[in-house]
């Protein structure tokens, strides 16, 4: 059983960065592919993006693309995302997920992770 805790979240200016983190405990961390996703209320959860194993590859959503990065420190235990040029449209409630895969490919379905966070509030104010 693999528990994710997110944390960095909070209140920044349209426009501004930020960064989530998210710490792994329980399980072997290397062995998931680790995703970010975000939600709005009464909203369905949106995938942001993903990472692979070792961190050597990534992909993202197309409204993040070029604005949010992910990256992954294994030894520990802890996957970061980066938000930097925030919009208004970015507020939401950011969620960690990890993912048992046999392969690495862009793993955008919420159905498909394993495991989840409990969230971080991100507010962009404009």
């Known amino acids: 059983q693999v528990q994710l805790v997110e944390s960095g979240g909070g209140l920044v200016q349209a426009g501004g960065s930020l960064r989530l983190s998210c710490a792994a405990s329980g399980g072997t961390f290397s062995s998931y592919v680790m995703g970010w996703f975000r939600q709005v209320q009464g909203k369905e959860r949106e995938f942001v993006g993903a990472i692979s194993w070792s961190g050597s590859s990534t992909c993202y959503s197309d409204s993040v693309r070029g604005r949010f990065t992910i990256s992954r420190a294994n030894a520990k235990n802890t996957v970061y995302l980066q938000m930097n040029n925030l919009p208004p449209e970015g507020t939401a409630v950011y969620y960690c997920?990890?993912?048992?895969?046999?392969?690495?490919?862009?793993?955008?379905?919420?159905?498909?992770?394993?495991?989840w966070g409990q969230g971080t509030q991100v507010t962009a104010s404009s």
């Open positions: 997920a990890a993912a048992r895969l046999n392969g690495w490919y862009c793993n955008d379905a919420p159905v498909r992770y394993d495991y």
